[in-house]
């Protein structure tokens, strides 16, 4: 479990104690995450399927949901299968290089997310004040180099914070407090210096969330103007309706984002942590399929024309 060195432990493996050990629990809360992890997984594969059969969703907006539902099925799979495996089995651990790829992973799922929801805003920027030249300005090219700098961006930035966790050393405890591999429950551990650690995370906070955020509500500043000069109620209807569920989802993620890692890791409370990291990693995406359909109205009648089809062919 450990190997030694000039008297010090070094820590090889972690155990996640993630929730309650309870017997009565086990089944329960196994069966809940499992049904949430499922219906993710279903839902954000049948709006990637409907997009990808139907030309009339193969748009610059139905590109970037079709990104958000690849990332969320990433995202949920990368901390929920090892959620379910240690909530039912007794064997909690996870080896230190697994724990560092689960990190990396999860840092690398998350700030693509924040890039793709801002080139999601700019998108909807276009078509609401360029209405015109809107096909035009997002184009197949333009929105690949979105996408491309999302993905991109998103495996560089969290390089250096993931690489600079895994040298510190872990000689006190080998136990995470928290249901997956995550920034804080890691610096809590260690026994090392992490200030060098915790500035990464700050330029990191700075360069990504913060710019994202800020050109977010850049975009939305200008749309929200544009739609109050609208002449008429039933017109600002309609052109609020096109960003409704974007703008809902913006609004969850960045609050989630805010409870969870806008403090010093070192006020960072680990039980709290847990009820909020399951809320961002598994309830995110698997709202995000319901509000993009329940709000949308092409994929509302896609569905529907898919359905009575199926009826009249049986």
Known sequence: MAEFATN???????????????????VPLFLIFL??????????????????????????????????SFLDIF???????????????????????????????????????????????YDRYQAICNPLRYYQNMNKNTCQIFAGMAWIGGFLAPLPISISISALPFCSSNQINHIFCDVAPLLKIACGDTSATERLIFVAGVLVVLNCFILTVTSYVFIISTILKLSTSKGRRKAFSTCSSHLTAIILFYAMIASMYMKRPSSYSLDEGKVQSVLFSNIIPMLNPVIYTLKNNDVKETINRMTHISFKSL
């Open 8 to 26: 010090e432990s070094y820590i090889t493996e972690f155990v996640i104690l993630g929730f309650s050990n309870s017997l009565e629990q086990k």
């Open 35 to 68: 049904l949430i992890y499922l219906f993710t997984l279903v839902s954000n594969l049948l709006i990637i399927t409907l997009i990808f059969l139907h030309r009339n969703l193969h748009t610059p907006m139905y590109f970037f949901l079709c990104n958000l």
């Open 75 to 121: 995202l949920t799979s990368v901390t929920a299968p090892n959620l379910l495996h240690n909530i039912i089995s007794e064997n909690k651990r996870i080896s230190f290089s697994a724990c560092i790829a689960q990190l990396f992973l999860f840092n690398i799922l998350t700030t693509v997310e924040y890039m793709l929801l801002t080139s999601m805003s």
